[in-house]
């Protein structure tokens, strides 16, 4: 019994295999009549065909939208690393700017000290001009203690005059008198100053844009996040994977209605293959349903077995009671015979 039990399971797994391939071919052959068609004119299940069409329409709209989000994020990166280096070098640029300004203003500070120096320039940095001579005149002072004030802090002392180097810059830019600085030093910076300016704004302007490019990304990425888009298409793969077999599986089970001499070679060659696999399950299922009723023979011969043990064991109580039945008519003749005799002797 239990090698009956083994070839129906392993039959049943031969069946399961073989339906996956009719299904594939099913497949195949859809794939092949909504390329090339049936060589039929009749319109074979309107029905199914259009379901064909709808998850195919399903599926590449689905690709399609993991592609583009696919690259949106390969963007989104792009531009990510863009933003970092154009910040990178805007803030080179700008460490440049400031150390042309410094410079700039130093010199510039020297120069309103010269007597040809312009009188615009001598104007607009007497504030700076007179800050110097009242710090050098406190540091040459004969008070001790104004002298300890100006000398300490040398290191904020620096930052001081650096600042008031950019700031005596600023100023001259604004009142536009950059090029009262009569120095060739001066007129090398004031040029590369100009050069660095103009790429300095080039570069917020990419940034910008850049920047712009990067949240407009991010909030349509809230949206369709990848995983979702991937579950959308394995679920539209799905669908239409199983409208191409069930139009593939009526276009089989129908061929009478629409083969004909003009089909072509390929999907006879499929229909072929479809047959042979069909026959083949019908004939497993058939060799299942024998070892089926084999099994079944075999339990009702187990209960007729069973049954004719429980006759043999019934006859063999029955012979018992016959005899005990015997044994008491017996003992009641021998009694009845007693009764007579002593019936007899009483007369």
């Given at each position: 019994m239990q090698n009956v039990l083994s070839e129906i399971e392993a039959a049943e797994k031969r069946i399961e295999s073989s339906y996956q391939d009719l299904r594939n071919f099913a497949f195949s052959l859809c794939d092949s009549v909504m390329k090339t068609g049936t060589g039929s004119g009749i319109i074979i299940a309107p029905t199914l065909r259009s379901a064909v069409t709808s998850a195919l329409a399903e599926r590449t709209s689905a690709e399609e939208a993991l592609k583009s989000r696919c690259s949106d994020i390969d963007t989104l990166e792009s531009s990510k690393g863009r933003v970092t280096d154009l910040k990178g070098r805007l803030e080179q640029t700008d460490s440049r700017i400031?150390?042309?300004?410094?410079?700039?203003?130093?010199?510039?500070?020297?120069?309103?000290?010269?007597?040809d120096a312009d009188d615009r320039l001598k104007a607009a940095l007497r504030p700076y001009t007179d800050q110097l001579k009242?710090?050098?005149?406190?540091?040459?002072?004969?008070?001790?203690?104004?002298?300890?004030?100006?000398?300490?802090?040398?290191?904020?002392?620096?930052?001081?005059?650096?600042?008031?180097?950019?700031?005596?810059?600023?100023?001259?830019?604004?009142?536009?008198?950059?090029?009262?600085?009569?120095?060739?030093?001066?007129?090398?910076?004031?040029?590369?100053?100009?050069?660095?300016?103009?790429?300095?704004?080039?570069?917020?302007?990419r940034l910008k844009r850049r920047e712009s490019e990067v949240?407009?990304?991010?909030?349509?990425?809230?949206?369709?996040?990848?995983?979702?888009?991937?579950?959308?298409?394995?679920?539209?793969?799905?669908?239409?994977?199983?409208?191409?077999?069930n139009y593939g599986l009526f276009l089989f089970d129908n061929g009478q209605k629409w083969i004909n001499e003009k089909t072509s070679d390929q999907v006879l060659d499929m229909i072929s293959q479809m047959l042979q696999t069909q026959r083949y399950i019908d004939t497993q299922q058939e060799f299942i349903k024998k070892c089926r009723a084999h099994l079944v023979q075999d339990d009702y011969q187990a209960i007729i077995s069973e049954n004719e043990k429980k006759i043999a064991s019934l006859r063999k109580e029955i012979g018992r009671i016959e005899q005990q039945i015997a044994d008491i008519e017996n003992e009641n003749t021998l009694i009845r015979a007693r009764i007579r005799k002593l019936g007899a002797e009483d007369e």
């Open positions: 400031r150390e042309i300004k410094r410079v700039f203003g130093a010199i510039a500070l020297e120069r309103a000290e010269a007597e009242l710090r050098a005149e406190k540091k040459n002072s004969s008070n001790v203690f104004i002298r300890f004030s100006a000398g300490v802090g040398d290191a904020v002392l620096k930052g001081r005059r650096e600042r008031e180097f950019v700031s005596a810059f600023d100023t001259l830019e604004k009142e536009r008198l950059l090029r009262t600085v009569r120095s060739p030093r001066a007129e090398a910076l004031l040029q590369e100053y100009q050069k660095l300016r103009k790429k300095e704004d080039s570069i917020r302007k949240e407009s990304l991010e909030i349509n990425g809230q949206e369709d996040s990848i995983r979702a888009l991937e579950e959308r298409l394995r679920d539209a793969g799905n669908n239409y994977e199983e409208a191409c077999i």
